[in-house]
T-cell receptor, first 113, second 114 residues
Framework: DAKTTQPNSMESNEEEPVHLPCNHS???????IHWYRQLPSQGPEYVIH???SNVNNRMASLAIAEDRKSSTLILHRATLRDAAVYYC??????????????FGEGTQLTVNP | ETGVTQTPRHLVMGMTNKKSLKCEQH?????MYWYKQSAKKPLELMFV???????ENNSVPSRFSPECPNSSHLFLHLHTLQPEDSALYLC?????????????FGQGTRLTVV
């Protein structure tokens, strides 16, 4: 399985942009890059995903490097509610069972008021 | 509200008890998953069901027994558990198991084995 590497923790101030990095140097051509986040005492929540091009949605933006070996999740204006563990995941495919989400340690984001 | 509901939210059981965790999704999805999240550890995939058929069993001990009677419901039957099985058990669903679909998670069942 292709693996991802994220910093263990990051801090941000409220209303400032946050850039959460993810390295995935062994990514294959058909791996999608997914981001999920997990707020305290809740299940993970989908944030965004992409393949090659940068993606935007109402929650965040995903910037993907040209060689696809890294990506960055961008929260444009952090709020206190964005404090969570953010997971960068490569969606891998196995013939017998289809695709599955494999979670790593993630990045704990702290947002300071 | 994600559309995936898990019950109960909290469960305390003895090692000789039998209990079941329930998951229900109202999203019309055809794939459902059980994950385990122990303290200070990443989420571990336990089981995957696609079209009500189990397609993955991730070396999970037989004291955990999943059941998927239809595409909207998923159960995890528990018996003779150990204290180290105490964890947050999360259910998820998605439309298919393909690479570009997002998964929706329930809020989990916090299980304590005493």
């Amino acid at each position: 399985d292709a693996k991802t590497t994220q910093p263990n923790s990051m801090e941000s101030n409220e209303e400032e942009p946050v850039h959460l990095p993810c390295n995935h140097s062994t990514i294959s051509g058909t791996d999608y890059i997914h981001w999920y986040r997990q707020l305290p005492s809740q299940g993970p929540e989908y944030v965004i995903h992409g393949l090659t091009s940068n993606v935007n949605n109402r929650m965040a933006s995903l910037a993907i490097a040209e060689d696809r070996k890294s990506s960055t999740l961008i929260l444009h204006r952090a709020t206190l509610r964005d404090a969570a563990v953010y997971y960068c995941i490569l969606r891998d495919v196995e013939e017998t069972s289809g695709s599955r989400l494999t979670f790593g340690e993630g990045t704990q984001l702290t947002v300071n008021p | 509200e994600t559309g995936v509901t898990q019950t109960p939210r909290h469960l305390v059981m003895g090692m000789t008890n039998k209990k079941s965790l329930k998951c229900e999704q109202h999203l019309g999805h055809n794939a459902m998953y059980w994950y385990k999240q122990s303290a200070k550890k990443p989420l571990e995939l336990m089981f995957v069901y696609s079209l009500e058929e189990r397609v993955e069993n991730n070396s999970v001990p037989s004291r955990f027994s999943p059941e998927c009677p239809n595409s909207s419901h998923l159960f995890l039957h528990l018996h003779t558990l150990q204290p180290e099985d105490s964890a947050l058990y999360l259910c998820a669903s998605s439309q298919g198991t393909y690479m570009n679909t997002e998964a929706f998670f329930g809020q989990g069942t916090r299980l304590t084995v005493v």
